[in-house]
């Protein structure tokens, strides 16, 4: 199938073979007939694209900031990984279209092949032939439905969420300043609400579109002379109930006009992207105006259990999600209640989009709404794309599954460079990703089905998907009598980690969890100075925190932080002592959302050894996050972020010091390969690898009977 993609580093844009989109549980898979391009979001984006390195920075400096902390971090190599990644991925366009069912993934319902459907979502709702949407992102049409106004669901969805926030009543008025797509959206759906609407914006034209289609019952230029006084004897002498801001600037005039056009204990929404540092006096503070934020699409937005997982809000205590209110606006179209077929001003065919791009940029010519319209007699074939001329085979044949920015910076770039080494598929939940992956990393194609990466030409899989997919994958390639590399952690179920250890002991084949830590070269050096006496071991993790909502703390999908991130640390200790962990206890920190991820760890070892995992999420970023010591038989070590190592005995301390951090991911991948070319195990064995995750899940264990030693 096609997408179109652009390059942030380059701006180039480009309409390219990708593969067939997953379809997940809770997905539907939806042939596209249109989509509409943002001029605003979109536009901007596209903007920033074709600047300098210079520009972007200009446009990021929040990026710029985070890029230099990694620098300090991290060192050059990583930093410039990550900078390269983002520049060179190939990006999607698009969060709004509508098309038709072809397939519907586990669990759904509500959505059956043949229906018509809108959809939304930045990274679901692309500008492609094909797209793959989560249900609470998608919204059920009549079959007569006009699927060109339908596919204005998300900026439709967008504005209603803005009127939502207004709470006007019948009667009341609002003026709307901007009148770009959301502007007039917004009036639209305030003028069917029975709202006296007065339009606002820089431009004639804007302004002229609006009164002409009876958009507004008053439109203005910004500039026209006695804006206010117009305002106020239209208000009757009260200024407006409301005003929603629709603009898009960094000027903070439409802020500061709200406050004087709006009446006293009146309320300002802030629909588009503009600064509120507004001015106290004399408007603000004296009128005691309110300012409300409209976040996106509604309820809903931005939270992994409705977005992803499905999961809805209760009607009778949110009664306007994020799809209800999509639903609302297809129904006032459906309805005739409001007319949108005039702010379609230019329409092209998808493989002419990058046209429709260069008049966003251009603007040679006045418009409003770009549709894009897909050929839909097109079969989309679900084959694998091939990206190299290169099909010959090694020993060992790799192919990834799963290939994000931790893929990216550091497994895929350090996979060794030899002829015994063959690269054969890439398969990934986004077409853009696998096919940038396999170009840029010499694989023969990128995957659209399992099936392509478990054939016969792969002998060696790795895993570097989310976390909870981690399990069935390793599984699905053992059965595949596949070896297996995956990225931490193992599984997250103990069913799972049961079922993997009776598929591995029939395969008979490598199973290698990405703890990179034990082969940094300063922990090679610690381990030999060490020794190999029973050792009490303490390893600090400055970790920092992680918001509740995100994907990681979401027990069912990242794991938690212990599963997700604490199990390295624990096979760290195990690594240094030698022998396996027999009895661990553990408590955490109360914390208001129960994420359990500030907690000590006291772990027994079989030779004697014990060892403390101090892990904290609740200190500050500017202390080292990772500092380990040990002790043992006279001996004493420190390891402080993998920079810097102490040894203490006799005499003065040996130190030694890196210019870069090093964790040893790339001695990790290498050490991986070259075991299975020696002869066919992997450096960390099985045992360990199943001994450290039964560890991590009596860690949980442990926490929840308040501290109780538990056996492993």
């Known amino acids: 199938m096609q997408q179109l993609t652009q390059k942030l580093g380059s701006g180039d844009m480009v309409i390219q073979d990708v593969p067939y989109p997953q379809l997940g549980k809770g997905m539907v898979i939806v042939k596209n007939h249109y989509s509409i391009i943002s001029a605003g979001t979109e536009g901007s984006t596209v903007v920033a694209a074709r600047k300098s390195l210079i520009g972007k920075a200009k ?20 930093t410039y990984r990550a900078v390269i990644k983002k520049l060179d991925a190939y990006s999607p366009l698009g969060y709004s279209c509508a098309g038709e069912v072809i397939e519907v993934g586990a669990g759904v319902t509500e959505f059956e092949v043949g229906d018509k459907v809108a959809c939304a979502g930045a990274g ?114 009260y200024g407006a109930d409301t005003v929603i801001i629709a603009a ?37 503070y004296r009128k005691e105006l309110e300012l ?4 996106s699409y509604g309820p809903g937005r931005y939270d992994l259990n409705y977005e992803e997982k499905g999961i809805d809000y209760p009607l009778p205590y949110v009664r306007w999600t994020e799809k209800r209110n999509m639903e609302a606006f297809q129904n006032l179209i459906a309805t005739n209640r409001i007319n949108i077929e005039y702010l379609t001003t230019h329409e092209f065919e998808f493989e002419d989009a990058k046209s429709a791009f260069d008049l966003v940029v251009s603007k040679t010519e006045p418009f409003t709404g770009i549709a894009l319209r897909y050929d839909t007699q097109k079969t989309a074939l679900k084959t694998k794309i091939s990206t190299s001329e290169i099909d010959t085979l090694g020993k060992i044949n790799i192919s990834f599954i799963g290939a994000g920015s931790y893929a990216q910076g550091n497994l895929l770039p350090n996979i060794p460079d030899t002829d015994e080494v063959g690269r054969v598929g890439v398969l ?49 390639s053992l059965e595949a009598n596949k070896n297996v590399f995956v990225e931490k952690p193992l599984c997250l179920l103990e069913s799972e980690l049961e079922a993997i250890i009776e598929a591995q002991s029939k395969a008979n084949k490598a199973v290698m969890v990405g703890f990179n830590r034990r082969f940094s070269p300063l922990t090679e050096k610690l381990k030999k100075a060490i020794g190999e006496h029973p050792m009490t071991m303490l390893y600090r993790i400055n970790a920092g925190v ?20 604490v199990c390295h640390f624990i096979d760290y200790l195990t690594y240094l002592n030698g022998s396996l962990p027999t009895k661990v206890s553990a408590t955490a920190l ?38 380990v010591e040990v002790f043992s038989a006279g001996l004493s070590a420190t390891l402080n972020d993998f920079k810097e190592l102490k040894i203490y005995g006799k005499g003065k301390p040996k130190k030694e010091k890196l210019f870069n951090q090093n964790k040893g991911q790339k001695e990790m991948v290498v050490a991986f390969v070259n075991g299975l070319l020696s002869d066919g195990k992997a450096p960390i064995s099985f045992e360990e690898v199943v001994a450290v995750t039964k560890t991590s899940f009596k860690v949980l264990e442990s926490i929840k009977r308040g501290g109780a030693q538990v056996e492993i």
């Open 124 to 237: 679901y709702a692309n500008h492609a032939e094909i797209v793959s949407v989560p249900i609470n992102l998608c919204v059920k049409l009549e079959n007569s439905a006009n699927l060109k106004e339908a596919a204005y669901n998300t900026l439709g969805a967008i504005s209603m969420q803005g009127v939502r926030q207004a709470d006007l009543r019948l009667g009341e008025s609002c003026v709307v300043i901007g009148l770009g797509l959301l502007g007039q959206l917004a009036a639209l759906i305030l003028k069917a609400s029975g709202v006296t609407v007065i339009g606002v914006d820089i431009s004639e034209a804007a302004v002229k579109q609006a009164i002409a289609n009876k958009v507004v019952d008053l439109g203005l230029t910004r500039n026209a002379v006695g804006i206010e006084e117009q305002i106020q004897s239209a208000t009757h002498g």
């Open 248 to 284: 898009a600037t960094s000027s903070l005039d439409p802020i500061n006009f709200a406050g004087a056009i709006v009446r006293k204990k009146g309320k300002v929404i802030v629909l588009g992207a503009v600064p509120t540092g507004f001015d106290r006096d004399p408007f603000w």
């Open 59 to 78: 446009e990021r400096p929040q990026q710029v900031k985070q890029v230099i902390d990694t620098l300090k971090k991290q060192g050059p190599i990583q």
């Open 292 to 295: 409300k934020m409209a976040c």
């Open 590 to 627: 109360p914390d208001a959302h129960q994420l359990n991820d500030t907690l000590n760890i006291l772990i027994q070892f079989e030779n004697g050894s014990s060892g403390v995992v101090a892990y904290y999420a609740n200190g500050s970023k500017s202390m080292t996050k990772e500092y």
């Open 546 to 565: 992680i918001p509740g909502d995100n994907w990681i703390q979401d027990l069912e999908i990242g794991g938690g932080r212990v599963l997700g991130e």
């Open 428 to 476: 990934t939940n986004t077409g853009t990703t696998s096919k940038r992956v396999a170009e840029k990393f010499n694989f023969q194609f990128c995957a659209t089905e399992e099936a392509d990466v478990l054939d016969d030409k792969t002998n060696t899989v790795f895993v570097a998907t989310r976390h909870d997919s981690h399990g069935p994958y390793v599984l699905k």
